[in-house]
C-alpha cells in the first residue's frame, strides 16, 4: 500500500504541472494580442497633446505616457518598433519615443536643422532606417539611423511641402505633398520612380501600402491606387460612409487581425474619433473609440507577455513527458 501511494504522488505531480504549464501556454494572453496607441495634436493646447493606448475592443487602458504639458508638442504619427513607441512633433520638430511596457518617456531624437514642422515619419522594412517628412522651408525627407537616432543624411530634397510619408515592404518610400500628388522614390537612391499623374486633393496624406497597392486618404475618404503603376482602383473607404461629417482623416492603419482603423475629425475638430472598417471591403463597421483632440497617429503594440508564455510552457511540458 505504501509503495502505491509512493508511485501515485510522482504521477500527481507531473500531472499538476503540465495543467499549469497549459495554462501559461493558453489562458493568459491570446497568441496575436495586441494594444492601439494613438497620438493626438492639440493644436496649441498642451492638455490636449497626449499618446493614449487602447485593447483591441476600444477600451482605454490605465497606462499613463508621459506629458510635456504645459508646453505644446503636437504630435505627429506613431511609430511602433522594438518595444517603444515614437511620435513627431510637428511644434518643436523633434522625435520623442516612450515605453510601452508602462508609458514611461524614453528620450527624444533631435531635429537640429535638418527637420522643420514634420507631418509624417516611417521606419525601413529592415529596421535600420528611420525617415522624417518635413511639411516646409524645403526641408524634404531626413534619413536617420533607426538605432541610434544619428542623422545620416537629406535622403529626399525635390519635397519641399510634405503632407504623409509612407513605405512598402521593398523600402519604397511614397509621399504626398500639399499640392496633391502622391510620389514614389526609391528607398536605395532616393530618386523618384513614378507619381500619381496629377494632383488628386490637396493634403492628400497618410500614404499606405497594403496588399499591394497604395492607399491615401483624402478629403473624407481613401482612395486606392495600384502598387506598381498608380492607377486608379476607385474610393476604398466611400465619402460620406464616416459617422459624425468626420471629414478631416488624420491617419488609418489595419489591424493584426485585418480590420481599417480610421483616424478621423469633423470640421473645427469639435468630434475626434476612431472608427471602425471592412478591412477588405472598406465598409462602416463601429466606433473604435474617442478622443479629445484630433487624432494624427496609430500604432500597433504586440502584447509582451504572449510569447514568453509559450516560450515558457513548451519545455515545462517537453520535460514532464520526458519523465
Known amino acids: 500500500m505504501l509503495r502505491n ?3 501515485r504522488l510522482p504521477m500527481l505531480r507531473r500531472s499538476v504541472l503540465c495543467f499549469v504549464a ?17 497620438c493626438t495634436d492639440g493644436l496649441g493646447v498642451a492638455s490636449k497633446d497626449g499618446v493614449y493606448e487602447f485593447d483591441s475592443s476600444g477600451t482605454l487602458l490605465a497606462k ?3 506629458s510635456f504639458a504645459p508646453n505644446s508638442r503636437r504630435w505627429q504619427n506613431l511609430e511602433y518598433k522594438d518595444g ?8 518643436v520638430g523633434h522625435t520623442y519615443y516612450w515605453n510601452t511596457s508602462d508609458g514611461s518617456w524614453a528620450g527624444y531624437w533631435a531635429a537640429g536643422s535638418n527637420v522643420y514642422e514634420p507631418v509624417g515619419s516611417v521606419f525601413s522594412p529592415d529596421g535600420s532606417y ?5 511639411s516646409s522651408s524645403s526641408k524634404g525627407v531626413a534619413r536617420y539611423n533607426a538605432a541610434t537616432g544619428t542623422f545620416i543624411d537629406k535622403f529626399i530634397t525635390t519635397e519641399t511641402t510634405g503632407a504623409g510619408i509612407g513605405i512598402d515592404p521593398n523600402g519604397d518610400l511614397y509621399i504626398t505633398g500639399q499640392d496633391g500628388w502622391t510620389r514614389k522614390y526609391s528607398g536605395t537612391t532616393g530618386a523618384k520612380i513614378g507619381d500619381s499623374g496629377g494632383s488628386l486633393d490637396p493634403w492628400t496624406k497618410e500614404p499606405t501600402w497594403h496588399d499591394g497597392d497604395i492607399f491615401v ?10 502598387g506598381t503603376t498608380f492607377a486608379g482602383k476607385g474610393e476604398f473607404v466611400v465619402s460620406g460612409s464616416i459617422p459624425d461629417g468626420a471629414n478631416s482623416i488624420g491617419a488609418f492603419a489595419w489591424t493584426p487581425d485585418g480590420d481599417l482603423l480610421v483616424a478621423a475629425s469633423n470640421s473645427g475638430y469639435a468630434t475626434n474619433k476612431v472608427y471602425r472598417f471592412n478591412g477588405t471591403t ?6 473604435f473609440c ?8 496609430i500604432a500597433f503594440v504586440p502584447e509582451p507577455a504572449t510569447m514568453g508564455l509559450v516560450l515558457l510552457g513548451m519545455p515545462m511540458i517537453v520535460r514532464l513527458r520526458r519523465k
Open 5 to 7: 501511494k509512493q508511485r
Open 290 to 297: 474617442t478622443l479629445s483632440a484630433r487624432p494624427t497617429g
Open 22 to 38: 497549459v495554462l501559461l501556454m493558453f489562458c493568459v494572453v491570446p497568441v496575436g494580442a495586441y494594444t492601439v496607441a494613438v
Open 282 to 287: 472598406g465598409a462602416y463597421i463601429d466606433e
Open 64 to 66: 499613463t505616457y508621459h
Open 84 to 91: 517603444l513607441v515614437y511620435a513627431t512633433s510637428i511644434e
Open 217 to 226: 486618404a483624402q478629403a473624407g475618404r481613401i482612395v486606392r491606387y495600384d
Open 130 to 134: 528611420y525617415y522624417v517628412l518635413s
